[in-house]
T-cell receptor
Framework: RKEVEQDPGPFNVPEGATVAFNCTYS??????FFWYRQDCRKEPKLLMS???SGNEDGRFTAQLNRASQYISLLIRDSKLSDSATYLC????????FGTGTRLQVFP | DTEVTQTPKHLVMGMTNKKSLKCEQH?????MYWYKQKAKKPPELMFV???????INESVPSRFSPECPNSSLLNLHLHALQPEDSALYLC?????????????FGEGSRLTVL
């Protein structure tokens, strides 16, 4: 089983849609969790950290479920500019990147 | 614009060449990283420098040799590479020593080995 698993997608959604991604991790000792965004042929950029109590940043909401060992990212009111690959990152004794989920928002 | 600067942006080299990738940050970060990323794959950690000391080496072949001359600079020396080493090489930094998850990446150096 991979340490961090994501559905690779692609998720093709119309503008204005709500879309959710999940990410599962295998190491129960994982300490912290993050979502990164990577545009085509660009570097990854931190989108948001994921806290135990859940957190929201504008249209983006991240949740952590330690019991089931997964994190989620919800994007509301999708914009064309949200099209990118979303990478789940889990920190145990080092950062482990998931394979990423590709999102394509169409007009 | 990223605050982590990598040069060169593109590099083509033969298998017998020696070249270096360079990375610089002026954010006062104390940890710096090299990642390798192949197409449609996630970044793979290669090396971590924490407070200018090598703290993680992910069993990277010796044809890749990292160097951290000071807290702002990180180099990756390349020698006798193989075509399968062609990839995007990403440098990153973080505020504290060790992994905090809040990494700032450079734009990468795209390497092609012929």
């Amino acid at each position: 089983r991979k340490e961090v698993e994501q559905d690779p997608g692609p998720f093709n959604v119309p503008e204005g849609a709500t879309v959710a991604f999940n990410c599962t991790y295998s190491n129960s000792a994982s300490q912290s969790f993050f979502w990164y965004r990577q545009d085509c042929r660009k570097e990854p950029k931190l989108l948001m950290s994921v806290y135990s109590s859940g957190n929201e940043d504008g249209r983006f909401t991240a949740q952590l479920n330690r019991a089931s060992q997964y994190i989620s990212l919800l994007i509301r009111d999708s914009k064309l500019s949200d099209s990118a690959t979303y990478l789940c990152v889990v920190n145990t004794d080092k950062l482990i990147f998931g394979t990423g989920t590709r999102l394509q928002v169409f007009p | 614009d990223t605050e982590v600067t990598q040069t060169p942006k593109h590099l083509v080299m033969g298998m017998t060449n020696k070249k270096s990738l360079k990375c610089e940050q002026h954010m006062g970060h104390r940890a710096m990283y090299w990642y390798k990323q192949k197409a449609k794959k996630p970044p793979e950690l290669m090396f971590v420098y924490s407070y200018e000391k090598l703290s993680i080496n992910e069993s990277v072949p010796s044809r890749f040799s990292p160097e951290c001359p000071n807290s702002s600079l990180l180099n990756l020396h390349l020698h006798a590479l193989q075509p399968e080493d062609s990839a995007l090489y990403l440098c990153a930094s973080s505020r504290q020593g060790g992994d905090t998850g809040e990494l700032f990446f450079g734009e990468g150096s795209r390497l092609t080995v012929l």
